[in-house]
């Protein structure tokens, strides 16, 4: 098969769960010998505009905003997935056999462009969906009236087509109930090869990995910490860092909280081994890689009753009072040994959960 992928960032360039997600099952279809473009924006570090890497053909539309301007007022910037949608039609205009075009659904402006491109050629459209947002949330993020506008296009993208693939069942669930829309179950998220890392020694230390958003919820992770003798990493970037630099002071952690803006994804992984355990916090989550990643390292995920993940992720984590979350941890940490016996069985569950390599048969079904 020849197939399309569109969004405006791309893994390893910009690394975020979506764009890890999508390089996975990229790169599993290119090894099958499948034919695999990506449309996406040009970011510090790619080889040109027009490249292939691990066997995928990269398709630059336009350059990239610096991270440091996704965010503004702690809203994402409207200007970089807009710039996108209007590039996005000329490098697609040189293609026209593609047996289908595979673009994730937020932030919704491409899609329209993708819709009619796909009529055109008479392609396979399928949207992938991350999250569903309801009405009630669109208006706590935008406000009133941008967020009824919000939700209106949200609204109208499952009319673009009949071709639907969610991250997880939670996601499949919701997109049934608001939109009346099917779904195919994919939450590829891991490929086997990439975690063997070597032998690493637990520190006492805790690590947060992902945005510094309101919705992770650090400023929790930052007071909970304050209540134990361990220590904490926060690797992510976000609008957040400074409020929540100014918070690890005050609670008087800065001998025991590093901050990390950037790190390979080697370093990466070695934090999250050596880490007793992710806490994932967030209140608004689609499948979170980090957290499956974390638990095929062998480390633990602590959450609390309110985090937002889905069924078959949240079930493999291990649950916090999140009145107490701070004795908790402790607790934890104190009855260390039992855990990690426990997360032997969670990795496998979440190797056979969780693999890319079902991207093929999922693919070849949608193609048809």
């Known amino acids: 098969m020849k197939i399309a992928f569109a969004y405006d960032s791309a893994y390893p360039w910009f690394n975020g769960g979506i764009e890890k997600r999508r390089f996975l099952i990229m790169e599993n279809l290119a090894k099958n010998g499948h034919e695999v473009h990506c449309f996406t924006m040009q970011r510090e570090g790619m080889p040109g505009k027009e490249f292939k890497y691990k066997g995928i053909n990269y398709h630059c539309c336009g350059v990239a905003m610096p991270v440091e301007k996704m965010y503004v007022h702690g809203r994402r910037n409207i200007r970089w997935p807009l710039k996108y949608a209007l590039i996005l039609p000329f490098k697609l205009a040189k293609y026209d056999d593609f047996d289908i075009i595979d673009a994730d659904a937020f932030p919704f402006l491409h899609l329209f462009t993708i819709w009619l491109y796909a009529k055109l050629k008479k392609i396979r459209f ?5 999250e569903v947002w309801k009405k009630e949330y669109w208006q706590k993020y935008l406000g009133r009236v941008p967020g009824l506008i919000g939700y209106f296009i949200e609204s109208l993208s ?7 693939i969610s991250n997880s069942e939670e996601t499949a669930k919701m997109l049934k109930e608001e939109f009346g829309k099917e779904s195919i179950v994919f ?4 490929s086997s090869e990439e975690f063997d890392i070597g032998k690493v020694e637990k520190k006492n230390q ?13 400023d929790m992770i930052l007071k909970a910490i304050a209540e134990t003798s361990a220590k904490a990493k926060i690797i992510g970037i976000g609008p957040e860092e400074k409020k929540l630099k100014e918070l690890a002071s005050k ?8 901050f990390a803006r950037r790190v390979s994804r080697k370093k990466l992984f070695k934090s999250i081994k050596e880490s007793k355990a992710l806490l994932m916090f967030s209140s608004r989550e689609g499948l979170s890689l980090t957290t499956i990643e974390a638990m095929m390292l062998g480390t633990p995920v602590l959450i609390v009753g309110s985090t937002s993940l889905p069924k078959e992720v949240r079930e493999l984590c291990t649950v916090l009072d999140e009145k107490n979350i701070g004795r908790e941890i402790n607790n934890f940490l104190s009855d260390y040994a039992k855990y990690e016996e426990r997360v032997k069985k969670i990795k496998a569950l979440a ?6 390599d079902m991207a093929e048969k999922i693919y070849s079904k949608l193609g048809k």
Not at 158 to 164: A, E, G, V, Y
Request: proline fraction near 7%; aromatic fraction near 12%; glycine fraction near 4%.
């Open 126 to 130: 399928v949207i992938t969906w991350h």
């Open 251 to 258: 609670l008087g952690l800065k001998n025991r909280v590093s």
């Open 187 to 190: 939450p590829a998220a891991v």
């Open 158 to 164: 499952p009319k673009l087509t009949d071709s639907f």
């Open 351 to 356: 190797k056979e959960r969780f693999s890319a």
């Open 206 to 218: 805790f690590i947060f990995v992902g945005r510094l958003v309101p919705e992770k919820r650090v």
